[in-house]
Each structure stands twice: as C-alpha cells, then as structure tokens.
C-alpha cells in the first residue's frame, strides 16, 4: 500500500504544477492557441506534463494489475523484471533505426506494447499456478484472470488491423 499511496501523493504533486503551468501559461497569453505553442515548444513544461503522464500511466497500470491480480507473487515479479529487461533493450535497439520518427505517439506505443506484454506473462504465469494448485486457489481468481485474458484478446486483435 505504501508505494501506490507515496505514487498518488506524487501525482497529485505533478497534478497542481501542471495546472499552475497551464494557467500561467494561459495567463500570459491570453489566447487558446500561443498557450498550446508555448506549452509544446516550452522544454520545461513538456518535461512537467510528460512526468505527470508518466505518472498518470503507472497509476492506471498499478491499478489494473490491482483490479485482475492482486498482489502479484515472487514468481511473477521476478518473471516481470527479467523479460523487461530483455524486451526494453530489443525495442530500444530496434528504435535506433527510426531515429528520426520518435515522437510522443511512437512512445505511447511502445508503452502501451510493454504494458499488455507485461500482463500476458503475468496472465501465463497465473495459468501456470491455476493448473498446479487448483483446489486452493479462490474462486474469483480464474474469473478474474479469464476477463483479463478476454481484455488482452480484445487487445491483441485491434493491434493486428
């Protein structure tokens, strides 16, 4: 609990320095679109909406792993590092080819391409644990990782088209 409290807490923090941005922003130019120039040339306002981004994403991944698979065991974690490790240097080795195309939208993909391989290996290392132990296991554990499954399935057929 205390990580995603001490995460929130510093949400919340980035929260109102990007409000107060926004506004001072607004303020000195009065005007819809020089606000959007300026909060998309300014280095140090990308830099306060990209934390909060950042943020904004590990809270929702934090609190969907939380809704399909409480806490997570050593097993999964350790699963979780190690292939992450592997698939962050294969996609940032790969992205060196495309130097010139790295943007906000190439980024979100790949995070959102990290985020539901994450949750396939999860999803296979709690198969992996259901056939082992299935008498011990609560009742809502397989519907839960069943819905889960049904979400990635529905993931995985929009990134094909």
Request: with cysteine; net charge positive.
């Amino acid at each position: 609990p205390y990580p995603l409290c001490a995460l929130a807490v510093s949400a919340l923090d980035l929260g109102c320095h990007s409000v107060g941005i926004v506004v001072n922003a607004y303020l000195t130019h009065h005007q819809f679109y020089p606000t959007v120039v300026h909060l998309s040339t300014s280095k140090i306002s990308k830099g306060a909406l990209m934390n909060l981004g950042v943020v904004i994403v590990v809270l929702i991944g934090s609190g969907i792993k939380s809704l399909f698979f409480g806490r997570l065991r050593e097993v999964e974690v350790e699963t979780i590092n190690e292939n992450s490790v592997v698939t962050i240097f294969e996609t940032c080795l790969a992205l060196t080819m495309f130097r010139e195309e790295i943007g906000v939208k190439l980024l979100s993909l790949f995070v959102l391409s990290l985020f539901v391989k994450i949750f396939h290996w999860i999803g296979k290392c709690r198969m992996d644990l259901i056939e082992q132990q299935t008498p011990g296991l609560p009742r809502a554990s397989p519907k839960r990782l069943f819905s889960l499954l049904v979400v990635l399935l529905a993931v995985d057929s929009t990134r094909e088209l």
